[in-house]
């Protein structure tokens, strides 16, 4: 009998052997990576087929989502299995570093920043709570893009995780389904992706459709040598889930997105209403008890109008009998309140693309008239204003809100500026149908995975519940005034930075001091999140420090981490700007060391998990109101950063649960930018009157810097000063809180010295991390929206 890491590693050897035709010795990373995960394929299979079965009967929640950004599986997959123990010390025993082996896999980036991330963290608590669900979106050939940074400006390459194959997916012709358009039809591939649960049997599926052609290849055109004619109806067809859009809450008005959008809602709801019929025949009122459908923001609202299409067209149910059922399935989160991400189309466009689609629009929208009619007679401007065709815009938002039972937003905040300013209208209409679902982050990747030596010591402290029921972390708080469990926290932060400081110097070449407070701005670059307030205060900091080189401060890091969308101007100028003023500090012998400011290139789940652990503040600055919940300042939080930030989104809620003083809040709240604004708020009188702020703003436009004459930074002072046609100079409030932010940043350099007490509020933040655990977050959509329970194999 072989033991079990013998069995193990013959596993290993025949898959690399089947795979590659290699023995082990000949074998690399790459090859040990892909046989190696289908050894664990191998291991699951049967547990994966039985979930299935066990789901069929059951009511089951399936998450739309045009988004999945994943990260690596091998990793988290090992955890949560409970094999990366052993699994380690085969890979060592036949001479590989476990690490070096999951480096090898690419990230699966299939989406753009937290909506994406949100996604993938709630597939891994459903799984982990037994609960009956599963993922449906896009198989991107090419995900988010690669970042690179040349002479500071953003370049993007094409993402290629595919390039070596794929080896956590499934395909499943079987189940193919046909998707028609207006310019014709085309096959949905599905492609299934295990989802591997915490301490449980249970394998959840993710997905993935992926387009091909009817027709292989035009044989005609082939023989005759027109070999690109030949191609265009398969290179039509699979263009559609070629790429990822690369835009993070701007509305992309591409028809090629929307033929996305349609492409997989139509197939998901295919394939879910054939398994459907296959249970249940054509019972359709049963519908909403077996299924429900959650919409990840609107970019899969299109599906409403399908599902009456698949109703009433395919099925033959009366239009009244179809819309009871439909309202009784969808529900919607909405992302964000910034108006250009609020998506419409033009209806020229969704006519075009989705003919049948675009008529049963346009009844619903004739019905919701009605409605609006009877309810406020006299108000036409109200009606107008809620009207889900206005001119000729389709507003997916207001298609959603009436379509759908729920909607909610992602923080206590942003639902009451949903209920309250923003939606206020709606939420009269419905009042029954807002809800709130404040966001989580899961704490075996954000945890369990990034931060192996944390993850230790709590063990230690109050055994491993906390892995599965995060409301334990609780039971830390007691330890906050022992100050060896303190003094052990810090020796862990501190070894999470001396790695990130090595894997800074390997990949950025920039060599920093781990003694250093390491303050750390990661997430998608956007004018609302104020990176550039960041870096004003940054160069602040620099000629105070040229003019006065006496002056004492703690050494500090400034990293940033993040990707612009390609056409996002402002955006990439910001990105050239934090870069500039890296080189200049960090190359400045004068500074000795006491500023440095490093900008990872390429910041993704992988690199993530990296950055997280070794903060130890975490800047979460953007304009109060703007940003909708958040959810690295989450991951942030459980890692014992303390979070520098405005009164906004989870923001509130994380200083809720740590308490205030134990973080540092700055700059205005949500009631003070409306009054503001009503007053009329000027920026020159900040840019005027608070010291040094004019010197820090001109340097865009006289000379201190360089943007290579690419107008960028001229652009930028503008934007802040002057304005522009579409919006108010400094929309964003970035001098006026200029000031706040500078005198909060100075608090943090001189109490951050005192490292016991630091110690221990970055502890009772870890303590009072529980409430922000996606496990919560799905518990509650399981209970209150889906009405899903836990069916366990
Ligand atoms: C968590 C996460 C985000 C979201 O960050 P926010 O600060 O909430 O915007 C974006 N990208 C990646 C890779 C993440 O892991």
Redesign the pocket.
Known sequence: MKNSKELLKTKIENQVEILFNKSLDEANALEIYQGLSNVLLETISKDWLKTRKRYETEKQAFYFSAEF?M?RALGNNLINLGLDKEVKEVLEEIGFDLNSVEAAEEDAGL????L???AACFMDSLVTLNLPGQGYGIKYKNGIFKQKIVDGFQVETPETWLKYGDVWTISRPSEEVVVEFGDGKVRAVPYDMPVIGYGTKNVNTLRLWKAKSINELNLKAFNDQKYDEALKEVNRAEDISRILYPNDSTNEGKKLRLKQQYFFTSASLQDIIRKFKNIHGTDFKKLPEFVSIQLNDTHPVIAIPELMRILCDVEGLLWKEAWAIVEKTFAYTNHTILSEALEKWWIGLYEEVVPRIFQITERIHFQFLDLLEKKYPKDRARRERMSIIQGDLIHMAWLAIYGSFATNGVAALHTDILKHIELKEWYELFPERFLNKTNG?TQRR?LLEANPELSKLITELIGDKWITDFSQMKNLEKYATDKRVINRFLEIKSEKKKQLAQFIEETQGIKVNPESIFDIQ???LHEY?RQLLNIFHILDLYYRLKKNPTMKIHPVTYIFGAKSAPGYMRAKGTIRLINEVAQIINNDVEIKDMIKVVFMEN???S???FL?PAADISE?ISTAGK?A???????FMINGALTFGTLD?ANVEIVEEAGVENNYIFGLKVGEIEELKKKGYNPKTPYKEIEGLKRVVDSLIDGSLDDEGTGLYKELYDSLLKGASWHEPDQYFVLEDFEDFRKTQEKINKEFTDRETWGKKAWINISNGGKFSSDRTIDEYAKEIWKITSQKI
């Open positions: 950004l990260g989406g753009n920043g937290g994406g991330r949100l982050i954000w990661i997430k998608r999140k910041y993704n789940v690199s993530a998990q997280f979460q940003e919940s958040g959810t690295g300042n989450m991951k989104g």
